[in-house]
C-alpha cells in the first residue's frame, strides 16, 4: 500500500513540476514585494514578524543563567520605603529624587566591594538647588578609582554642540579637591539638603557655568562639553542613524541634553539611554552609536566597554563592530537585536538599594555589611529604576513589564561577555528560505492531496515557523525572517488547495459520468468521497430503522383516475417533505416503495444518537404531514396521513446487489420488525410506534406511551413496543393524563380484569374521545370481557 501511494506522488511530481516551481516562484516573489512595500501595506507584516521574533525568542533563547558580568543595584519599591521610613536616611537624603551625595556614598559602599565599574542608567542634567550637593558628588567620583558612567538623554528644544575636537587636550578640573570641597559639604545627620533632579532628567543648559558660594566657577566651554559627551565613531560601511523625531510625517533633529558642568571632569564618560523602542513599544533592538550630523555619540553600554575594553573609537566596518580588540557581528544597519537571554530577575544578580545603603553605615560603624562577600567583586554595576512610580517600565519579547536598565544590562552584558547578538540575515538569505517552504508546501499538498493535510499545514506554518527559523537563532545569532516564510507558505498552500479542489472536481465529474449509467447516484457519491469503488460487502452496525406509509393511499390515489399527473405531483411533494424531514435530522434515504419512505440512521455515516435522531425525524414527518393535511383540507382534497415505525437493532448494512447495480441497505430481523410496527400502527390506532431498543436509547428524551408486549411471527420472545408522543417536556396536561389512565388500564388488562380495564378506559374517555390508542384496547377489553382467550397471557401477536 505505501509503495502504491509513494508511486502515485512521483507521478503527480512528473506531470506537474513546472506548476509547482512556478507557483512556489510566484508565492516567494508576492512575499517578497510585501516586505519591500512594508508600512504601505499598513504594517500587519511588521507586525507579524515582531509576534513570531518574540515567541522564537523566548522559546529557544531563554535560561543562559546569571552574568558573571553585570549586577544590577535596583532602585525598587522595597528601596523607596526603607529610605522614607528611616530617618536619619530622610534627613539626609530627603525624598525621592534623593540628594546626590546618596549616590556618593554608593560610589563609595561600591568601590569598598570591588566593583569594575559603576555605571547609571539615567541623567544628571539639572543642578541642585544647593550647589554644594553636586560639587561633592563630582569630588567622590573623581576621588573613586571606580570608573563612573552616566547616562545622556536627547531633546529638540537642547542646544546643539559644536564638532568635538578629540585631538585637543581634555577639560580641566572645575576645582581641586580642596578649592572645591568644604568640609561642610557632606552635611550632617539632620540636614536635608534639596535637590531638583528628577528621574530621568530632561531639559537643556543654556550655559555651561557653575556656581559656588556666589561666584562662578571655571565655565565648561561649549567645545569641552562636546568633547565630554560625544565619542569617536569610524562609519566605514555604515550609514549612522540621526538623533531624530517624527512630527507631522518629517522628521525634526534631536540633540544631546547635556550633563551638568560639574559632571564633565568627573564623569569617566557619558552615552545616550534613549528606549531605542520598535513601533509597539517594545525593546527588541539597538544601535551603538548616532549622530546629530555633526557629532557622533555612544550609546551607554557601548561607552562603558569602550571605557574598560581600553577602546579610543568605535568602529562599524563590514558588517562588524569593533571595540579595541573585540568585534561583534551587526546587520546591514550598524544596529543588531539584544540577546536578552530570559527575563530581568533570571538573568540578573538585583540587588536593592537600600542593602548598599544600609551596608554603608554599617560599614561606616565598624559592623559587618551583610552583603555576600564577592557579590560586587570584579562585576559593572548597573544602576537602575525598578519600582513602578519611577516610570521606567518597559516591554520586551520577555516581558510586558521589564524595568528600562534591563536593556543597558544586557547589551553591556554581551560586550564584555560572550559578544553575542542577534543579526538578521541578508534578504537574499530569507528569500532563499522563502522559496523553499513556498516550494514544500506546494509540493507536500499537491502530490498528497490529502485534505487533514490541507488543513493542518497552513496552520503548523503560521503557527509553528519559529521552530524552523529559532534553532538557527539560538545556534548561530543570525535571525531569519520568520513571518515572510509563513505567508509565502500559506499562499503556495493556498494554490495548491485550489489546484487540488480544481483536479478532483474533474475526477469527480468523470466518475460521475462514467458510473451513474450503472449504479445509484448515492454510491457514486460515496466512491467519490472515499475514493474507492464500492465493494459487495458490509458490515453489522446498530442503526435506527425509518418506515412510513401513508394510510388509505389506494382510497386516495381512486380520487385521481383521470388525473395521474395531479396524483405524482401530490406523491412527489409528500415524498420530498417527508424526506426533508428526516435529512434535516441526518438520515439517510433507503428507498421510496410507492408511498412508503425507508430511511437509515447511523449509517452510512456513525451517529451515536441515531435512536433520538430517529424520533425527532419522525415527529417532524408527522408534523410536516399535520401541515400538508391543513392544506389539503383548504383545497378540498381527501384527508390522509402518516403511520410511521421506528426500531433500533443490529442489522447488516452495506452495499448490496449484482455486479451490474448496487444498492446501499440494511437486512435484519431489526428492519423486518420496523416494518412490522409501521403496520401495526393500524391495529393500536396510533400514529408513530417506536421498539424497545429505540426506547432504551432515547428515554431520557422522549415522552411515550406504552402501548402493549408483542410477539413478531416467527418469534418466540415478547418485545415491549411503545408510541412516541413528543420530546421530553412536550406533552401537553390532557394528553399525559389519558397516557396515564391507559397505563393504569394496561396493567389490569395483562391480569385478565378487562371489565376493570374497561371500566377504567371509560370512566373519563370523553375528555379524550380521538385518542386511538384507548379506542382499540377499550374494544379488546369488551371483546375478552365477554369470550375470554384460553391461556392469555397479556401478549399480543403481531402477525405479517
Request: charged share 25%.
Amino acid at each position: 500500500m505505501a509503495g502504491e501511494r509513494w508511486k502515485l506522488i512521483r507521478l503527480r511530481w512528473r506531470n506537474h513540476w513546472r506548476l509547482m516551481l512556478g507557483v512556489a516562484v510566484l508565492a516567494t516573489a508576492l512575499a517578497a514585494a510585501c516586505e519591500l512595500l512594508g508600512d504601505s501595506l499598513g504594517g500587519w507584516l511588521e507586525e507579524a514578524e515582531r509576534d513570531a521574533y518574540d515567541k522564537m525568542v523566548t522559546t529557544f533563547t531563554n535560561g543562559r543563567g546569571k552574568s558573571a558580568h553585570v549586577v544590577v543595584l535596583a532602585i525598587d519599591q522595597p528601596s523607596l520605603d526603607a529610605i522614607r521610613a528611616n530617618p536619619q536616611y530622610a534627613r539626609n537624603f530627603g525624598n525621592w529624587p534623593y540628594s546626590r551625595n546618596l549616590w556618593a556614598r554608593v560610589v563609595e559602599q561600591l568601590e569598598a566591594e570591588g566593583a569594575r565599574a559603576i555605571v547609571f542608567d539615567a541623567v544628571m542634567d539639572e543642578r541642585s538647588t544647593d550647589p554644594a550637593m553636586d560639587l561633592a558628588f563630582a569630588q567622590a567620583l573623581r576621588d573613586s578609582p571606580v570608573p563612573f558612567f552616566l547616562g545622556m538623554s536627547t531633546n529638540a528644544s537642547a542646544a546643539p554642540l559644536p564638532r568635538a575636537d578629540f585631538s585637543a587636550p581634555p577639560a580641566a578640573p572645575v576645582a581641586s579637591a580642596q578649592e572645591a570641597l568644604p568640609a561642610e559639604a557632606l552635611p550632617p545627620p539632620g540636614e536635608a539638603p534639596p535637590s531638583e533632579e528628577t528621574f530621568p532628567e530632561s531639559g537643556a543648559e543654556d550655559t555651561f557655568e557653575d556656581v559656588e558660594d556666589g561666584e562662578l566657577l571655571p565655565p565648561v566651554t561649549p567645545e569641552q562639553m562636546a568633547r565630554a559627551v560625544a565619542f569617536p565613531v569610524r562609519a566605514e560601511s555604515h550609514v549612522l542613524p540621526v538623533l531624530s523625531h517624527e512630527v507631522d510625517g518629517r522628521r525634526e533633529p534631536q540633540y544631546p541634553v547635556t550633563p551638568i558642568p560639574v559632571l564633565v571632569d568627573a564623569v569617566d564618560g557619558f552615552g545616550l539611554v534613549d528606549p531605542e523602542a520598535d513601533p509597539d513599544g517594545f525593546m527588541r533592538r539597538t544601535h551603538f552609536a548616532y549622530t546629530d550630523g555633526v557629532n557622533t555619540y555612544a550609546t551607554l553600554p557601548v561607552r562603558v566597554a569602550a571605557g574598560l575594553l581600553g577602546a579610543s573609537e568605535v568602529v562599524l566596518s563590514g558588517g562588524a563592530l569593533r571595540l579595541g580588540g573585540r568585534t561583534y557581528a551587526v546587520d546591514a544597519e550598524g544596529g543588531t537585536r539584544i540577546d536578552f537571554g530570559g527575563d530581568f530577575h533570571d538573568r540578573f544578580q538585583v540587588v536593592s538599594l537600600i542593602q548598599v545603603l544600609d551596608a554603608w553605615a554599617l560599614r561606616n560603624q565598624g559592623q559587618p555589611t551583610g552583603l555576600t562577600p564577592g557579590l560586587f567583586r570584579d562585576k559593572v554595576v548597573v544602576i537602575g529604576g525598578n519600582a513602578v512610580g519611577l516610570n521606567d517600565v518597559k516591554a520586551t519579547s520577555f516581558s510586558p513589564a521589564a524595568p528600562g536598565v534591563v536593556k543597558q544590562a544586557a547589551v553591556l552584558d554581551s560586550l564584555l561577555g560572550d559578544g553575542r547578538f542577534f543579526v538578521q540575515a541578508p534578504l537574499w538569505m530569507s528569500l532563499v528560505l522563502v522559496f523553499a517552504v513556498a516550494l514544500a508546501s506546494v509540493v507536500l499538498l499537491m502530490t498528497t492531496r490529502w485534505t487533514p493535510l490541507e488543513i493542518a499545514w497552513p496552520l503548523a506554518l503560521y503557527l509553528g515557523m519559529h521552530w524552523v527559523t529559532g534553532p538557527v537563532l539560538a545556534k548561530t545569532g543570525t535571525y531569519l525572517l520568520t513571518a515572510l516564510p509563513s505567508l509565502a507558505g500559506m499562499l503556495a498552500s493556498v494554490a495548491a488547495v485550489a489546484f487540488n479542489h480544481l483536479v478532483a472536481n474533474k475526477e469527480a465529474e468523470f466518475i460521475r459520468q462514467a458510473f451513474s449509467r450503472f449504479m445509484e447516484p448515492k454510491l457514486v457519491e460515496q466512491m467519490i468521497s472515499e475514493r474507492q469503488l464500492p465493494k459487495l460487502d458490509g458490515e453489522n452496525v446498530e442503526i435506527s430503522a425509518f418506515f412510513s406509509d401513508i394510510k388509505g393511499f389506494s382510497t386516495f390515489s381512486e380520487r385521481f383516475k383521470e388525473d395521474p399527473r395531479s396524483l405524482v405531483r401530490i406523491l412527489n411533494t409528500y415524498l420530498t417533505r417527508v424526506s426533508g424531514a428526516l435529512l434535516k435530522e441526518g438520515g439517510c434515504l433507503d428507498k421510496y416503495i410507492g408511498d412508503a419512505v425507508v430511511c437509515l440512521f447511523g449509517a452510512p455515516m456513525r451517529q451515536p444518537d441515531h435512536a433520538l435522531r430517529a424520533c425527532r425525524g419522525a415527529l417532524a414527518a408527522k408534523a410536516e404531514v399535520d401541515r400538508m393535511r391543513e392544506e389539503f383540507r383548504a383545497k378540498g382534497m381527501p384527508d390522509v396521513y402518516t403511520r410511521i415505525g421506528v426500531n433500533s437493532a443490529v442489522n447488516f448494512v452495506g452495499n448490496f446487489g449484482s455486479e451490474q447495480l448496487f444498492s446501499y441497505t440494511a437486512i435484519g430481523d431489526g428492519m423486518n420488525l420496523a416494518a412490522r410496527l409501521e403496520g401495526a400502527n393500524k391495529a393500536y390506532g396510533s400514529v408513530i410506534m417506536i421498539g424497545p431498543r429505540t426506547y432504551e436509547l432515547a428515554k431520557e428524551h422522549i415522552e411515550v406511551r406504552e402501548l402493549d408486549r408483542v410477539r413478531v411471527a416467527g418469534k418466540t420472545e415478547a418485545v415491549t413496543v411503545y408510541e412516541l408522543l413528543a420530546l421530553k417536556g412536550g406533552l401537553d396536561v390532557r394528553k399525559r393524563v389519558t397516557v396515564e389512565r391507559y397505563h393504569a388500564a394496561l396493567a389490569l388488562y395483562r391480569e385478565a380484569r378487562f371489565a376493570e380495564a374497561a371500566a377504567v378506559l371509560e370512566a373519563r374517555r370523553l375528555e379524550d374521545p380521538e385518542d386511538g390508542p384507548t379506542q382499540a384496547l377499550l374494544e379488546r377489553c369488551h371483546k375478552y370481557a365477554k369470550a375470554p382467550p384460553p391461556e392469555f397471557d397479556g401478549v399480543a401477536n403481531l402477525d405479517k
